[in-house]
T-cell receptor, first 110, second 115 residues
Framework: RKEVEQDPGPFNVPEGATVAFNCTYS??????FFWYRQDCRKEPKLLMS???SGNEDGRFTAQLNRASQYISLLIRDSKLSDSATYLC???????????FGTGTSLTVIP | ETGVTQTPRHLVMGMTNKKSLKCEQH?????MYWYKQSAKKPLELMFV???????ENNSVPSRFSPECPNSSHLFLHLHTLQPEDSALYLC??????????????FGNGTRLTVT
């Protein structure tokens, strides 16, 4: 079983829509979780860390469900500039290995 | 100046060439990483250095040879590569593992093509 699994999409949504991505992880002892954004042919960039209580940064909301071992990312009022691949990243409980999902592709359409 | 800098941005090399990728970080981190990203695949961890000591070698072929002279610099020496080694090679850094969770900060990558 993969450490981290994501729906690769693609998700094609109109501007202004709300879109949600989920990601599941296999190791229940994992402690830290992140969402990264990767534009075509560029490096991944940290979008936000995911905290146990959930956290929000502008139009972006991240949540963690430990019981079901999944994290989510919600994007409200989608902009054209949100088009990218969103990577779910889980840090091992030993703190020495980051596990990446394959990424979810989002295209926001005018 | 960006936090993590990689050179070169693009590299084309033949199978008999020897080349090196360079990474430098200015974030005060103590851990540095090499990742490989091929099309349609998740990022693959290659090597991890923690306080200049190699702590992970993810079954990487010996034609890839890392070097970490200090906590700020990381190299990946390449020799006798194969066409399937063509990929985006990403360097990253973070605070040392084991403490509070520190995310990875990536360099802009080297796009390698092996002919």
């Amino acid at each position: 079983r993969k450490e981290v699994e994501q729906d690769p999409g693609p998700f094609n949504v109109p501007e202004g829509a709300t879109v949600a991505f989920n990601c599941t992880y296999s190791n229940s002892a994992s402690q830290s979780f992140f969402w990264y954004r990767q534009d075509c042919r560029k490096e991944p960039k940290l979008l936000m860390s995911v905290y146990s209580s959930g956290n929000e940064d502008g139009r972006f909301t991240a949540q963690l469900n430990r019981a079901s071992q999944y994290i989510s990312l919600l994007i409200r009022d989608s902009k054209l500039s949100d088009s990218a691949t969103y990577l779910c990243v889980v840090l091992s409980n030993t703190g020495n290995q980051f596990y990446f999902g394959t990424g979810t592709s989002l295209t926001v359409i005018p | 100046e960006t936090g993590v800098t990689q050179t070169p941005r693009h590299l084309v090399m033949g199978m008999t060439n020897k080349k090196s990728l360079k990474c430098e970080q200015h974030l005060g981190h103590n851990a540095m990483y090499w990742y490989k990203q091929s099309a349609k695949k998740p990022l693959e961890l290659m090597f991890v250095y923690n306080f200049k000591e190699q702590t992970e070698n993810n079954s990487v072929p010996s034609r890839f040879s890392p070097e970490c002279p200090n906590s700020s610099h990381l190299f990946l020496h390449l020799h006798t590569l194969q066409p399937e080694d063509s990929a985006l090679y990403l360097c990253a850094s973070s605070h040392a593992p084991g403490g509070s969770a520190s995310p990875l900060h990536f360099g802009n990558g080297t796009r390698l093509t092996v002919t």
